[in-house]
Nanobody, 115 residues
């Protein structure tokens, strides 16, 4: 069993920065891909970024050059550094992990960006 706990969400103004964290409890492996997703009010959950084996990283087009995903394997923690935030980044941000085909999700952390 794996539990994921996100933190770091807050309310910021346009152009601000936040760093989200996702801590995993339970047994995970470096080959398990982790990801950040977000869900805005009235919208479907969408991919933000994933980080897999050998730090293979993918970003949604909307966050390229603004967001950076990273992972501390020793601390079983994934981060999302978000810079140049825009109102359209407002959402609940979730992390997940694909542990050999079983997907686990955290409860989410809210991010609000005001203009």
């Amino acid at each position: 069993q794996v539990q994921l706990t996100e933190s770091g969400g807050d309310s910021v103004q346009t152009g601000g920065s936040l760093r989200l964290s996702c801590v995993a409890s339970g047994t995970i492996y470096s080959i398990n891909t982790m990801g950040w997703y977000r869900q805005a009010p009235g919208s479907q959950r969408e991919l933000v970024a994933t980080i897999g084996t050998n730090d293979n990283i993918n970003y949604a087009d909307s966050v390229v050059d603004r967001f950076t995903v990273s992972r501390d394997y020793a601390r079983k923690t994934m981060y999302l550094q978000m810079n140049s935030l825009k109102p359209e980044d407002t959402a609940v941000y979730y992390c997940n992990i694909d542990r050999f085909g079983t997907i686990y999700w955290g409860e989410g952390t809210p991010v609000t960006v005001s203009s």
